[in-house]
C-alpha cells in the first residue's frame, strides 16, 4: 500500500521562480523515504504541499489515501510535520506546547494528560517540562518538535531537514529516534535532507531532486550500484608534474582521472583488480605511491551523475542565485 | 465547540505570553493613564470655547481615549508575523486546528487586554471627579462598542499581516492609517467644532463611530438609536475584517 503518492506535481511562485517541474513520488507504507537534494531543489515546497500548506498549480498528490487538495482537513489529521524552522512556540513551556497540540487535535482533560506525559517522557523533556521552551538547546527544541508532530500518532510523518544546525552529537541521537519510529510504531516518514550521510543511514528508499524534478530514485544501493566501477584513490611521495597522466592514461579501465597536487583519483571497473596495474605503471613512471585506497561510490557520485555536477556545487550554486 | 475550544487555546497562548513580559504589562497599565492626563491637561481650555457642551474636557475626552486604546490593536498583526517568521504558523496550518480560531483568539487576547485598560481610565477619570449620567450601563456600552473597534482593527491587521509577512509593512500601514483615524473623529474634539469637511469625512469613519456611541451612552442624554446604529455598523465591519483576515490564509496557502 502507498501511503504518499504525487503525480506530476508542478509549482511556479509569484516572481517566477520554478520550484516543482512535474515531480512525481510514491512512498510504500511503513517506510523510511528520503528526498534529497540541493537547496532549492524543491524539496520544501514538496512537503508544503503534502502537507496542506501550499498548493500545486497542477498535478495530484494524496497522503494515507486522501487527496491533500479535496481533504486537507483529514489529511491534517492523519500527518505529523516537522518542518525546517522550529514550530514550537517558544514563549511557552514544552510542557504548555504540547497541550495545546493536543487539544487542537481533540485530546482533552485525562487522555491529553497521560499523552503529553507520556512524550515528555519519551523524548528526555520531563525535567524540562515547565520551562520555557526558548530556553532549551538546540537538540531539545528539536525534540520537542519531533514531539509535537506525534501527538496524535499520525500515520505519515514529514521531516523536512530535521538535524539541520544540530551538533553531531544531537544529530545522531535524533537518528536513533526516527529509526525507532519507523521501527516500533511503524509509521511511514518522509524525510528531506541535503546530508548524503543522512539520506544513506536512514532511508530505505530514496530520490534524488534537482530543479523541482526527481532525477533519480532506488535504495541507496541500488543508486550506488547503478554506477559502474569504483573509486579509487591514490596518495604520491611527491606532486606530479604531468607524469601520472601520462603514465594512466594508456591503462584500460580508467576513467575520470583527477589529479591534486600528490592526490589521484581515478573511476575504475573493478577497484581491486586495477591497483595492482595502477602501481605498476606509476612506479614505471618514477613515482612512489605512499599509499592507495578503494571506495564505493558515495551518494555524491550518484549525484554528480544524474544531477551532472557535484551536489556540494550545486548547493552553493543555488545559495549563491538566493542571495 | 470545536471552533470556541480551538480559539480559546490560540488566545491562551498569546495571553500567557504576554503575561511573561513584566515590561508589557507595565506599559500597558500605564499607558491609559498618561494618555488620560496628559490630553486632559493639553486640551484643558478647550471646555472653555464657545459652543462646547460636553461639560468638564475630562468627561468628553474618556471616551475618546477609550476608543484611541483600541485603535491600539492594529498592532496585534505582529504577532502573527513573528509566528510566521518562526514556523509557528506552518505548524498549525498543518494541523487541523479551525482556521477562524486563528485570528478570533488573537482578537481575544486584544480585546481582554482592552478591557482591562478601558477599566483603568474610566476608573481614573472617576477618580479625578468625572460623572458618567449612564452608569455602569452606560459605559460597558462604551467599553463594548470600543471592543468592537478593537477587534475590527485587530482582525485588518492580522489579514494584512499574512498577506505582507513583512513587519515594515505592516508597520507604515498603522502608522499612516491610525493619527488621520484618530482626527478626522469626534474623539478629541465635539463635533459642532470640528471643520465643515472633517465632520462629512468623520460620518465614515469607523473610529467616529464607535467615539459617538461610546461618548452617548456614557453621556447624559444617550441616543439610543444613534448608539445601536453605530454599534450595528461596527458589528457588520467586524464580520467582514474578521472573513478578510480568516481569508487571508488561503493566499498564504497559494504563494507558500
Given at each position: 500500500m502507498k501511503a504518499i503518492e504525487a503525480a506530476n506535481l508542478r509549482k511556479t511562485y509569484p516572481?517566477?521562480?520554478?520550484?516543482?517541474?512535474g515531480l512525481s513520488l510514491a512512498v510504500e507504507a511503513g517506510t523510511i523515504f528520503g528526498l534529497l537534494?540541493?537547496?532549492?531543489?524543491?524539496k520544501s515546497t514538496t512537503v508544503k504541499i503534502l502537507t496542506t500548506l501550499s498548493r500545486p498549480d497542477s498535478g495530484e498528490a494524496r497522503v494515507a489515501g486522501l487527496d491533500?487538495?479535496?481533504n486537507a482537513e483529514r489529511v491534517r489529521r492523519s500527518i505529523g510535520v516537522v518542518g525546517?524552522?522550529?514550530?514550537?512556540?517558544?514563549?511557552?513551556?514544552g510542557r504548555e506546547n504540547l497541550e495545546m497540540q493536543a487539544e487542537i487535535h481533540g485530546l482533552t482533560g485525562a487522555a491529553r494528560r497521560e499523552r503529553v506525559e507520556q512524550l515528555l517522557e519519551r523524548f528526555g523533556l520531563a525535567e524540562a517540562?515547565?520551562?520555557?521552551?526558548?530556553?532549551?538547546?538546540g537538540g531539545m527544541q528539536r525534540r520537542l518538535d519531533l514531539a509535537l508532530g506525534l501527538v496524535h500518532r499520525p500515520k505519515v510523518l514529514f521531516l523536512d531537514e530535521?538535524?539541520?544546525?544540530?551538533d553531531p552529537e544531537a544529530r545522531v541521537e535524533l537518528w536513533r529516534e526516527i529509526e525507532r519510529l519507523a521501527g516500533e510504531e511503524e509509521m511511514t516518514i518522509l524525510l528531506t535532507t541535503h546530508y548524503l550521510e543522512e539520506a544513506d543511514r536512514l532511508t530505505s528508499q530514496l530520490a534524488i531532486v534537482d530543479r523541482g524534478r526527481i532525477v533519480a530514485e532506488g535504495s541507496p544501493d541500488e543508486l550506488k550500484r547503478e554506477l559502474r566501477g569504483d573509486t579509487v584513490q591514490v596518495e604520491l611521495l611527491e606532486s606530479t608534474n604531468g607524469d601520472a597522466s601520462a603514465a594512466l592514461?594508456?591503462?584500460?579501465?580508467?576513467?575520470e582521472l583527477a589529479i591534486d597536487g600528490r592526490l589521484l583519483r581515478a573511476r575504475v571497473d573493478n577497484g581491486a583488480a586495477a591497483i595492482p596495474s595502477l602501481i605498476t605503471a606509476l612506479e614505471r613512471a618514477g613515482l612512489r605511491v605512499a599509499s592507495a585506497t578503494i571506495a564505493r561510490p558515495s551518494l555524491d557520485d550518484v549525484y554528480l551523475q544524474y544531477a551532472g555536477r557535484s551536489f556540494q556545487q550545486a548547493d552553493t550554486n543555488t545559495k549563491e542565485v538566493a542571495a | 465547540m470545536t471552533a470556541l475550544r480551538h480559539t480559546w487555546q490560540v488566545a491562551l497562548r498569546y495571553i500567557r505570553a504576554l503575561l511573561r513580559q513584566p515590561a508589557w504589562v507595565g506599559i500597558s497599565l500605564t499607558q491609559p493613564v498618561i494618555w488620560l492626563l496628559l490630553f486632559g491637561a493639553l486640551f484643558k481650555?478647550?471646555?472653555?470655547?464657545?459652543?462646547?457642551?460636553?461639560?468638564?474636557y475630562i468627561e468628553f475626552l474618556t471616551p475618546g481615549v477609550v476608543v484611541m486604546l483600541a485603535m491600539s490593536?492594529?498592532?496585534?498583526?505582529m504577532g502573527f508575523i513573528e509566528d510566521i517568521n518562526r514556523g509557528t504558523m506552518d505548524r498549525l496550518l498543518v494541523s487541523?486546528?479551525?482556521?477562524?480560531a486563528l485570528n478570533l483568539g488573537s482578537v481575544a487576547q486584544s480585546v481582554l487586554s482592552l478591557v482591562i485598560q478601558s477599566l483603568i481610565v474610566i476608573g481614573l477619570s472617576l477618580a479625578v471627579g468625572a460623572h458618567f449620567d449612564n452608569g455602569i450601563a452606560g459605559v460597558a456600552v462604551l467599553i463594548g462598542v470600543a471592543a468592537l473597534l478593537g477587534a475590527i482593527f485587530a482582525s485588518l491587521s492580522n489579514g494584512i499581516a499574512v498577506l505582507a509577512r513583512q513587519r515594515e509593512t505592516l508597520i507604515g500601514i498603522v502608522t499612516m492609517a491610525t493619527l488621520p483615524l484618530t482626527f478626522l473623529s469626534t474623539a478629541l474634539m465635539q463635533q459642532s467644532l470640528l471643520p465643515g469637511w472633517i465632520r462629512w469625512a468623520a460620518k465614515f469613519n469607523p473610529v467616529n463611530w464607535a467615539a459617538e456611541a461610546g461618548r452617548s451612552a456614557a453621556?447624559?442624554?444617550?441616543?439610543w438609536g444613534l448608539i445601536a446604529t453605530r454599534a450595528g455598523f461596527l458589528a457588520l465591519l467586524l464580520l467582514a475584517s474578521a472573513a478578510f483576515a480568516t481569508r487571508a490564509f488561503n493566499a498564504y496557502q497559494r504563494s507558500a
Amino acid at each position: 500500500m502507498k501511503a504518499i503518492e504525487a503525480a506530476n506535481l508542478r509549482k511556479t511562485y509569484p516572481g517566477g521562480v520554478r520550484a516543482l517541474d512535474g515531480l512525481s513520488l510514491a512512498v510504500e507504507a511503513g517506510t523510511i523515504f528520503g528526498l534529497l537534494g540541493p537547496n532549492g531543489a524543491g524539496k520544501s515546497t514538496t512537503v508544503k504541499i503534502l502537507t496542506t500548506l501550499s498548493r500545486p498549480d497542477s498535478g495530484e498528490a494524496r497522503v494515507a489515501g486522501l487527496d491533500v487538495i479535496r481533504n486537507a482537513e483529514r489529511v491534517r489529521r492523519s500527518i505529523g510535520v516537522v518542518g525546517q524552522k522550529h514550530g514550537l512556540d517558544p514563549e511557552a513551556t514544552g510542557r504548555e506546547n504540547l497541550e495545546m497540540q493536543a487539544e487542537i487535535h481533540g485530546l482533552t482533560g485525562a487522555a491529553r494528560r497521560e499523552r503529553v506525559e507520556q512524550l515528555l517522557e519519551r523524548f528526555g523533556l520531563a525535567e524540562a517540562a515547565g520551562r520555557i521552551a526558548k530556553t532549551y538547546s538546540g537538540g531539545m527544541q528539536r525534540r520537542l518538535d519531533l514531539a509535537l508532530g506525534l501527538v496524535h500518532r499520525p500515520k505519515v510523518l514529514f521531516l523536512d531537514e530535521p538535524t539541520t544546525g544540530l551538533d553531531p552529537e544531537a544529530r545522531v541521537e535524533l537518528w536513533r529516534e526516527i529509526e525507532r519510529l519507523a521501527g516500533e510504531e511503524e509509521m511511514t516518514i518522509l524525510l528531506t535532507t541535503h546530508y548524503l550521510e543522512e539520506a544513506d543511514r536512514l532511508t530505505s528508499q530514496l530520490a534524488i531532486v534537482d530543479r523541482g524534478r526527481i532525477v533519480a530514485e532506488g535504495s541507496p544501493d541500488e543508486l550506488k550500484r547503478e554506477l559502474r566501477g569504483d573509486t579509487v584513490q591514490v596518495e604520491l611521495l611527491e606532486s606530479t608534474n604531468g607524469d601520472a597522466s601520462a603514465a594512466l592514461s594508456q591503462l584500460a579501465g580508467v576513467s575520470e582521472l583527477a589529479i591534486d597536487g600528490r592526490l589521484l583519483r581515478a573511476r575504475v571497473d573493478n577497484g581491486a583488480a586495477a591497483i595492482p596495474s595502477l602501481i605498476t605503471a606509476l612506479e614505471r613512471a618514477g613515482l612512489r605511491v605512499a599509499s592507495a585506497t578503494i571506495a564505493r561510490p558515495s551518494l555524491d557520485d550518484v549525484y554528480l551523475q544524474y544531477a551532472g555536477r557535484s551536489f556540494q556545487q550545486a548547493d552553493t550554486n543555488t545559495k549563491e542565485v538566493a542571495a | 465547540m470545536t471552533a470556541l475550544r480551538h480559539t480559546w487555546q490560540v488566545a491562551l497562548r498569546y495571553i500567557r505570553a504576554l503575561l511573561r513580559q513584566p515590561a508589557w504589562v507595565g506599559i500597558s497599565l500605564t499607558q491609559p493613564v498618561i494618555w488620560l492626563l496628559l490630553f486632559g491637561a493639553l486640551f484643558k481650555r478647550t471646555a472653555d470655547i464657545p459652543g462646547f457642551t460636553g461639560g468638564s474636557y475630562i468627561e468628553f475626552l474618556t471616551p475618546g481615549v477609550v476608543v484611541m486604546l483600541a485603535m491600539s490593536s492594529a498592532w496585534v498583526g505582529m504577532g502573527f508575523i513573528e509566528d510566521i517568521n518562526r514556523g509557528t504558523m506552518d505548524r498549525l496550518l498543518v494541523s487541523p486546528i479551525w482556521r477562524g480560531a486563528l485570528n478570533l483568539g488573537s482578537v481575544a487576547q486584544s480585546v481582554l487586554s482592552l478591557v482591562i485598560q478601558s477599566l483603568i481610565v474610566i476608573g481614573l477619570s472617576l477618580a479625578v471627579g468625572a460623572h458618567f449620567d449612564n452608569g455602569i450601563a452606560g459605559v460597558a456600552v462604551l467599553i463594548g462598542v470600543a471592543a468592537l473597534l478593537g477587534a475590527i482593527f485587530a482582525s485588518l491587521s492580522n489579514g494584512i499581516a499574512v498577506l505582507a509577512r513583512q513587519r515594515e509593512t505592516l508597520i507604515g500601514i498603522v502608522t499612516m492609517a491610525t493619527l488621520p483615524l484618530t482626527f478626522l473623529s469626534t474623539a478629541l474634539m465635539q463635533q459642532s467644532l470640528l471643520p465643515g469637511w472633517i465632520r462629512w469625512a468623520a460620518k465614515f469613519n469607523p473610529v467616529n463611530w464607535a467615539a459617538e456611541a461610546g461618548r452617548s451612552a456614557a453621556g447624559p442624554d444617550a441616543d439610543w438609536g444613534l448608539i445601536a446604529t453605530r454599534a450595528g455598523f461596527l458589528a457588520l465591519l467586524l464580520l467582514a475584517s474578521a472573513a478578510f483576515a480568516t481569508r487571508a490564509f488561503n493566499a498564504y496557502q497559494r504563494s507558500a
